[in-house]
């Protein structure tokens, strides 16, 4: 039975066969395509693109919402969005910068841990207190915000010699760029090979059978979010590297583009589905078009226009194919 | 435990109440080690209810499960895995973006420091169980690939691969073909042999009379009977399944007239029915009756323009008809009152009057206004006529009883001049009282010349306001009963039986 349904298959696949190879191959790859095709227009529209300071600088500025989006690839997955990593990131780049005087590691121990402090409390109100992630995150995006304005208004400059040392070092690929690349490729080793994660998939795609399966769903939601808000905390510590300053309103905004940019990666804005690697080259898309209008000089309101474009496009794609993907399915029966 | 005499499992007292519904009352169970009970009962027997609470799902109010030697008030899905329950639910309990091999090994995965996962050494035990199971296909395919039978087996392997004592299977069948239940049932009688006793939950007789060393009877919340096999007939456990006798003075008076008003020919919806045929005439009552699963629902929705049929015809007020979607099919006549009232057929949080203008709130605005005063003159003459117990037509739906929510759809639909009414179940969650007075209003309707298709699992419900009494089993009509000769025994008799039924066993 089942043999016979399978070489019914096989001869199926033949008769329409290069079509459906080629749309395999593009739907396994779509986002990494898509940025290949991005790098060569941008190569043709821009002479200046394709030169290794801008290639520099595009990395240097993918960073912090490469770093911001690892996290809230994480929540997304587990079937939430955060808000508050943006906020939160700010937050902590204030802490840091507040505390650089008593030493470069106590102080970002001391940014990092606020960042995950403010992590977990999401955690807590979203597993304890059973409050959507939504509000509960937006909750935090304004309590943090306003802590970091708190501690200061203005931007706080920082004069410690390390930061800037750190700052002009490295050389294509910067300080803030390496840090981005070894927490994706942590994450990436992390993602394929643990329990832990494995269960982040499962409670994003069902959480109830998850529950039944005897997974500890509270407990994996809490540890996802303290891992939002402690890469939110790296996040602000590499913010006052790029910049010399703690920055109250740094990244506002960047919330929401975090999601746009993973949405843009193919990442399952409903939970379950997702993968980094697709989901970075999201967030480089993101910043590529931002990056080329730049060199065009292309007025910022018309940038943003564009932008939103290329977020529809990019996740209609996504559902398209989620959808094709389920239609097999039921015709497979 | 290694004695046949020593129970494996004692349910005792189960008691369970949903929203003031006692779905299960003091229910007994027991099973010992090795056998397969069988257990049975109409729709809403309690049947899932009672395997939830044994599988940790859901909490009872009170009784007690024992298991080897350990009591428990309550269980919860890691202690049901603990003390060895594994559990089959009938509907799909996979994650389907993940991979066939995650998803047998979720929750229980074989892990270095409790973290790492060590995928070589769960590779060849998830192989040996689809080879158990005769699945050829890779381990890595994503569930949301494959088919629902091959789910439903998946789902299966799923339990097996932890350490059990004892398999609970609802409906495993349902999505099966008989080959692959050949393979299921010979799969039984290995864990059979290796002491796991086995709850096998099933409306199939057949199979219930091939497989079961017990068969135990549900019934309204209730253990009617547990009796071994060999004490039991087919006919015995259909009685017993069914209970009351019907109030004969419960029929009322038909208003059938001879004009046919629709005539439905061969429909088929793949993968839900195929080949259903009816008439309809003025006034009638038409009675689908028939299991979960057997595509009642299927072919209302269907007559609604939910779905579109694959094949066949549909003639409506002598003229044939495409429905291609709701809107269609009301501007047509037709109304759906959906058997889940308070997700697909009410807004509840807005208020009597508007829900029943709904349909119609085009021809009650001017402009884009809804001119609220027609709103309500319709409004009023319906909460009249349906006799609907609000305190007033702005009242929240919400905060209504199930039977007056219940008249509310069917307002709606009698606002919109329908002139054919689909009920699917719709005295489900309703209490009895106001079940007569249901009874009643869509009685009513057919002196008007409305005509109902009605889908219930309460046989004497059926029985009492049908004229005539379709029967659906898998997918298809098997029978044409006359409600005033026919009897509850007769229509689970055909209700029962798979069309052209091979004997599964014989296909291993």
Not at chain 1, 200 to 205: H, K, T
Not at chain 1, 223 to 241: E, K, M, P, Y
Request: charged residues 15%.
């Amino acid at each position: 039975m089942t043999q016979s349904k399978s070489t019914a298959d096989a001869a199926k696949n033949d008769s329409t066969g290069a079509i459906t190879r080629l749309k395999a191959l593009f739907a396994g790859n779509d986002v990494f395509l898509i940025l290949i095709a991005f790098v060569v227009l941008a190569a043709i529209a821009s002479p200046s693109f394709l030169t290794a300071a801008n290639l520099s600088n595009l990395l240097t500025q993918s960073a912090l919402l490469g770093i911001l989006s690892v996290g809230q690839f994480l929540v997304v997955v587990i079937g939430g969005f955060d808000l508050s990593v943006a906020a939160v990131m700010a937050l902590s780049s204030l802490v840091f910068a507040k505390t650089i005087g008593y030493g470069f590691a106590p102080a970002a121990m001391l940014a990092i841990a606020a960042g995950a402090g403010c992590g977990i409390f999401n955690g807590l109100v979203v597993t304890w207190g059973r409050v959507q992630p939504l509000i509960a995150t937006l909750a935090m995006m304004g309590i943090a915000r306003g802590l970091a304005l708190t501690i200061s208004e203005r931007s706080v400059l920082v004069s410690a010699p390390l930061i800037a040392d750190l700052r002009d070092m490295g050389g294509f690929l910067s300080v803030p760029t390496v840090i981005w690349f070894i927490i994706v490729a942590i994450a990436a080793v992390l993602l394929a090979s643990t329990r832990q994660a494995l269960h982040v998939f499962a409670i994003g795609g069902n959480e109830t059978t998850s529950r039944l399966a005897g997974v500890a769903v509270e407990k994996v939601k809490l540890g996802v979010f303290a891992t939002s808000g402690l890469l939110s905390g790296i996040a602000g510590v590499v913010l006052v590297i790029r910049s010399n300053s703690g920055v109250p309103l740094g990244g506002s905004g960047w919330e929401l583009d975090t999601i746009a940019a993973i949405a843009i990666g193919g990442t399952n804005l409903f939970g379950g589905e997702g993968k980094l690697l697709r989901a970075m080259a999201g967030v480089l898309i993101y910043q590529l078009i931002a990056n080329v209008m730049n060199l065009m000089a292309v007025d910022p309101y018309y940038q943003n226009i564009v932008r939103a474009a290329v977020i529809i496009c990019a996740v209609g794609l996504s559902i398209l194919r989620l959808r094709s993907a389920s239609r097999r399915a039921i015709l497979g029966r | 435990m290694d004695q046949p005499s020593q129970p494996l499992l004692k349910m005792s007292g189960i008691t369970k109440t949903f929203l003031g519904v006692q779905a299960l009352k003091g229910v007994d169970f027991d099973l010992v080690p090795g056998e397969i009970q069988c257990l049975i009962g109409e729709n809403g027997a309690g049947k899932s209810t009672l395997m939830r609470v044994l599988a940790g799902a859901l909490r009872p109010d009170a009784g007690t499960i024992a298991i080897g030697g350990d009591s428990f008030a309550a269980l919860d899905p890691m202690l049901g895995h603990r003390v060895g329950i594994g559990m089959i639910y009938q509907e799909t309990d996979l994650v389907l973006p993940l991979s066939v091999a995650d998803n047998i090994f979720l929750g229980h995965e074989i892990t270095r420091g409790g973290s790492i996962l060590r995928k070589g050494d769960m590779r060849p035990v998830v192989a040996e169980l689809m080879l158990d199971l005769n699945l050829h296909f890779s381990p890595d395919t994503l569930v949301r690939d494959l088919g629902p039978a091959q789910r439903q087996l998946v789902q299966i392997a799923k339990a097996l691969s932890r350490k059990i004592r004892i398999l609970v299977l609802d409906e495993p069948t349902a999505a099966l073909t008989d080959n692959e239940i050949g393979y299921l049932f010979s799969l039984l009688q290995r864990l059979k042999a290796q002491g796991i006793g086995m709850v096998y939950v099933s409306h199939r007789l057949n199979e219930v009379m091939e497989i079961a060393d017990r068969v135990t009877v549900m019934r309204d919340g209730e253990r009617v009977v547990t009796l071994p096999i060999g004490a039991v007939t087919k006919d015995g456990l259909i009685a017993a399944m069914v209970g009351r006798q019907v109030d004969t003075d419960a029929r009322t008076a038909s208003h059938r007239t001879d004009k046919l008003v629709l005539s439905v020919d061969n429909l088929s919806v793949r993968g839900q029915f195929s080949g259903v045929s009816f008439d309809l005439r003025q006034g009638e009552i038409l009675g689908l009756a028939g299991l979960v699963g057997a595509g009642r629902s299927e072919v209302l929705e269907c007559l609604f323009g939910v779905t579109t049929p694959d094949s066949g015809r549909i003639t409506l007020f002598g003229k044939e008809v495409r429905i291609g979607s709701p809107i269609q099919a009301i501007r047509l006549g037709l109304g759906l009152v959906p058997e889940e009232r308070r997700e697909s057929g009410l807004v509840l949080g807005r208020s009597v009057e508007e829900n029943i203008g709904f349909p119609i709130l085009r021809r009650l605005s001017r402009w884009l206004v809804i001119q609220r005063s027609r709103l309500a003159g319709v409004a009023a003459d319906l909460i009249g006529s349906l006799s609907i117990k609000t305190p007033s037509a702005r009242q929240q739906v919400a905060t209504l009883s199930g039977g007056n929510q219940q008249k509310v759809v069917i307002g709606r639909w009698l606002a919109a001049n329908t002139r054919i009414l689909l009920l699917d179940e719709p005295t489900r969650g309703i209490d009895v009282n106001a079940k007569f007075e249901l009874y009643q209003v869509i009685r009513g309707l057919t002196a008007k010349g409305v005509s109902v298709v009605m889908a219930s699992s309460e046989l004497p419900e059926l029985l009492a306001l049908s004229d005539r009494i379709l029967v659906m089993a898998f997918g298809r009509t098997v029978a044409e009963l006359d409600a005033a000769t026919t009897d509850q025994v007769e229509i689970m008799r055909h209700a029962v039986v798979r069309p052209q039924e091979t004997t599964a066993g014989e296909a291993a």
